[in-house]
């Protein structure tokens, strides 16, 4: 019994030593995980390149748009909706950069769980979920063509406007 208790001892002392390995892994990986989520209640707050819109959200989304008092006194509607698209776009991209900072730390640390059971689903693949590329920015917006003058509305317009209705 002596002769096969050697080597079935220091295997299964090989074998403790890597599960302590995987465990201790594993605790640090759930600590950065516990630091991403909290993270992702983070708020940030952009401001577009003119001045005249802040946004504020999160991971999860936009939870506040605040245009300046004079915003319209300094602008156009049109280059007032690019600020606002500006500034979404940049809340979109800070929040992505957040998240890929704070998921970094698990990329490839630890042996996937797909790869030491077959069929199981795979964290590499659920944190590649979590964390999409950041959106493309936005292409400038082409002012809209001015709206052509229908011409026999005129006239009729003229009736009504130039007409007393009470009597």
Do not use: C
């Not at 001892?9 to 465990?23: C, G, Y």
């Not at 590329?133 to 406007?161: C, I, K, N, Q, S």
């Amino acid at each position: 019994m002596d002769d096969w208790s050697a080597p079935t001892r220091a295997e299964n002392d090989a074998l403790r030593a890597q599960i302590d390995s995987m465990l201790d892994t594993f605790n640090t990986e759930k600590a950065v995980l516990l630091d991403a989520q909290s993270h992702a209640t983070e708020l940030v707050s952009v401001w577009s390149a003119d001045g005249l819109v802040r946004v504020s959200g999160t991971i999860a989304g936009v939870s506040e748009v605040h245009i300046s008092a004079d915003a319209f006194k300094k602008t156009t509607p049109e280059s007032l909706g690019s600020s606002v698209t500006e500034a979404i776009s940049e809340l979109s991209r800070r929040t992505a950069q957040t998240q890929q900072q704070a998921l970094g730390p698990l990329s490839g640390s630890m042996p996937d769980l797909s790869d030491l059971v077959p069929g199981a689903p795979s964290m590499k693949d659920l944190i590649a979920q979590l964390t999409p590329p950041p959106p493309p920015l936005p292409e400038p917006v082409v002012e809209a063509p001015e709206r052509l003058v229908d011409d026999t509305d005129d006239d009729e317009g003229d009736y009504f406007r130039n007409r007393t209705y009470l009597r």
